[in-house]
T-cell receptor, first 116, second 111 residues
Framework: EAQVTQNPRYLITVTGKKLTVTCSQNMNHEYMSWYRQDPGLGLRQIYYSMNVEVTDKGDVPEGYKVSRKEKRNFPLILESPSPNQTSLYFC???????????????FGSGTRLTVV | GQSLEQPSEVTAVEGAIVQINCTYQTSGFYGLSWYQQHDGGAPTFLSYNALDGLEETGRFSSFLSRSDSYGYLLLQELQMKDSASYFCAVRARESNYQLIWGAGTKLIIKP
């Protein structure tokens, strides 16, 4: 089944404790992206990647890191999480290199992160 | 700067037709997308409009007017399972060709 897999689904952590949210897609998509979703704000892009070893900042990159060492994986790293990073996170992939969106994005199931 | 506006909530009756509007302000517009998200779920792709006009996919249709910077999603023969949030998203040069998302419209369907 074609899908984007995120782990974990739920995570509660403490301020300052480094964490990684994994994202893997099995569709051979070039483009991958991370979003956070907060009530009333829609989806805001954190980072995106158009190819292996190519990553770019989205609208809200502060406090996050990503890496794209292989096509299928695009982990999101929070080096020192803070309470304002409590949010619902989604990973997405697209068959179009530029992420145009013509054929739509496939999203993972989401990771609900709470930082206390 | 760029912005998208859509109503926060729309209520309709099962079996009826509902229209969810989206107006945008951006430079270098490329296309308008619509996504559906059920509570606790992930967004799922519904449609993409790059040119003016109406695109129909089953019970759902999406319309775009580039001159008016406006689009809408039309849902016909509403079913209870259509209760969800609907997001419009715009791809534009101003956003480095990345999707910018509206805040979403919660569609409430009454029997």
């Amino acid at each position: 089944e074609a899908q984007v897999t995120q782990n974990p689904r739920y995570l509660i952590t403490v301020t300052g404790k480094k964490l990684t949210v994994t994202c893997s897609q099995n569709m051979n998509h070039e483009y991958m992206s991370w979003y956070r979703q907060d009530p009333g704000l829609g989806l805001r892009q954190i980072y995106y990647s158009m190819n292996v070893e190519v990553t770019d900042k989205g609208d809200v990159p502060e406090g996050y890191k990503v890496s794209r060492k292989e096509k299928r994986n695009f982990p999101l790293i929070l080096e020192s999480p803070s309470p304002n990073q409590t949010s619902l996170y989604f990973c997405a992939s697209s068959p179009e290199v530029s992420g145009m969106g013509v054929f739509g994005y496939t999203f993972g199931s989401g990771t609900r992160l709470t930082v206390v | 700067g760029q912005s998208l506006e859509q109503p926060s909530e729309v209520t309709a009756v099962e079996g009826a037709i509902v229209q969810i509007n989206c107006t945008y302000q951006t430079s270098g517009f490329y296309g308008l997308s619509w996504y559906q998200q059920h509570d606790g779920g992930a967004p799922t792709f519904l449609s993409y409009n790059a040119l003016d006009g109406l695109e129909e996919t089953g019970r759902f249709s999406s319309f775009l007017s580039r001159s008016d910077s406006y689009g809408y999603l039309l849902l016909q023969e509403l079913q209870m399972k259509d209760s969800a949030s609907y997001f419009c998203a715009v791809r534009a040069r101003e956003s480095n060709y990345q999707l910018i998302w509206g805040a979403g419209t919660k569609l409430i369907i009454k029997p």
